[in-house]
């Protein structure tokens, strides 16, 4: 092949895919990456959807926009007096736009650090030969590289709603929520899932009076059924109208806004009008330019690159990772399996335990959650004994002024091994590696209870619902 030879090539530059070229690079290999995520000027933006219109500028908006709703309205209970309370909207979106640049930025610089090749541009398969896979870069950086390896983490995409495709001005996937110019009066949201729920939390809380279309007729379904009931009780009390077992009619945008034709879980023909429609109905893996079918990369129904257990595909040293496969769509989950195929190319034996992924949404209060539901345990027959704290009682959430929510703990009836650990509250998003950290090493309930945790802090409240499966809680 006459084009540049690399050792490892990585198509797509998102968690997955930049953390396994750095991991490769680390290992020895000489590797390029390729990434087409452009910022305003037209630069290389890396990071993929988690860095430019996910993760991080979500929660930068969430930030902000909970400092605004603490200044309106919770300042007060601590003595602070706020007087003339204004938003400043445009410079809210610069300072999310910063912090994506700061991330773009800093996944560029680790590049460099770790003598990574990166390649501005959409990468596409072109053929195989005796040396590797030939890629072509287009859009950006205009070339042909070659990979005797090729890791593919192109991510995902917002699924569209039929009869409503994302306009990104009425009608918003997650890119067009996070830069919406004014505060809308009227918003709705098609799905109650992650997105769905913390964008309608951030513009909520700036004014907007937000309606949430969910078509289930249970309230975030893959959450423990009890925080679940808690989570939609505190955020119905917050001002999110949340309907479920609705199901969406004629959806018809115009230059009024949106108009969006339900049926109710009663069977009653509702119309809502809206100057915005948030679509968060999940995500769709992408392959979109990748050719695959140039080298015969098999994918499945739902357009996912079918792989083992390894990330292997059915190509010889082809491998693909992160939204683009099967699992969780989390950007830790892609961020293991990039570490863990380069380990594998390396001849390591790279691990990635799915059982204990940590799954978190930063609405307030946050939610967060490893291992297997109350509901999952019963329905699997496997006898368990559960133990709740509630931050009502825990000191430290007392002196935030955020006693919201509990900590739930799931251990084995007859050995008391950790079996699930779920959380609702303040600061929930930080709490919970405890207990990855705790389910990884098999640890039992009392593992936790016996272990000394810092006074006040709101850790306590771990300790305290791991005492609770023994009942002897201390304080409650």
């Known amino acids: 092949m006459s084009a540049k030879q690399f050792d490892v090539v990585v198509i797509g530059g998102g968690p997955g895919g930049y953390i396994a070229a750095i991991r490769a690079a680390q290992l020895g290999f000489n590797v390029a990456c390729i990434d087409e995520w452009k910022n305003p000027k037209g630069g290389p933006a890396p990071g993929g ?51 994506v640049k700061q991330n773009n930025d800093g996944i560029l610089y680790l590049f460099k650090k770790n003598k990574v090749s990166f390649f501005h541009g959409r990468g596409s398969f072109v053929k195989a030969g005796d040396g590797g896979y030939e890629i072509k870069v287009a859009g950006g950086s205009e070339e042909t590289i070659a990979g005797k390896h090729v890791i593919v983490a192109t991510g995902s995409n917002a699924r569209s709603l039929k009869g409503a495709e994302f306009d990104e001005k009425n009608i918003l996937s997650n890119d067009g929520a996070l830069r919406i110019g004014a505060v809308p009066k009227k918003l709705a949201l098609i799905g109650s899932g992650v997105i769905g729920l913390e964008m309608g939390s951030v513009w909520r809380r700036l004014g907007a009076e937000v309606t949430v279309l969910e078509a289930l007729p249970t309230f975030l379904g893959a959450v423990d059924e009890q925080i679940a009931k808690e989570a939609l009780k505190v955020f119905t009390k917050q001002g999110l109208k949340i309907e479920l077992g609705v199901k969406v009619g004629e959806i018809k945008s115009s230059d009024a806004g949106v108009q969006v034709a339900y049926t109710d879980a009663k069977g009653g023909e509702q119309s809502l009008q809206v100057d915005k429609l948030i679509v968060s109905i999940g995500r769709v893996p992408n392959t979109i330019g990748l050719a695959a079918d140039a080298v015969g990369l098999k994918l499945d129904e739902r357009g996912a690159i079918e792989v083992d257990g390894d990330c292997k595909t059915n190509l010889p040293n082809v491998w693909a990772i992160g939204d683009v496969v099967r699992g969780p769509m989390l950007a830790h989950k892609a961020e293991e399996e990039g570490v863990a195929v380069a380990e594998r190319i390396a001849g390591q034996h790279g691990h990635v335990n799915f059982n204990t992924i940590p799954w978190v949404i930063y609405t307030s209060p946050e939610i967060a959650w490893v291992g297997q539901t109350e509901q999952q345990l019963k329905a699997s027959g496997r006898a368990y004994k559960a133990g709740s704290f509630p931050f009502l009682a825990n000191g430290r959430a007392r002196a935030l002024g955020d006693t919201t929510g509990m900590v739930k703990f799931l251990a084995d009836a007859a050995t008391d091994e950790i079996l699930g650990v779920h959380m609702i509250g303040p600061q929930v998003s930080e709490l919970i590696s405890e207990a990855v950290v705790a389910m990884e090493f098999k640890a039992s309930a009392e593992d936790i209870a016996r272990i000394c945790h810092a006074h006040p802090s709101l850790s306590e409240a771990t300790k305290e619902a791991a005492l609770a499966i023994d009942k002897r809680t201390l304080n409650f």
Do not use: W
């Open 49 to 99: 959807t988690c860095t430019n219109v996910g993760c991080i500028p979500s929660k930068a908006l969430l930030q902000s926009s909970e400092h605004f709703e603490h200044a309106g309205h919770a300042f007060a209970d601590h003595g602070i007096q706020v007087q003339g309370l204004g938003l400043d909207l445009g410079k809210m979106l610069g300072r999310k736009d910063n912090v």
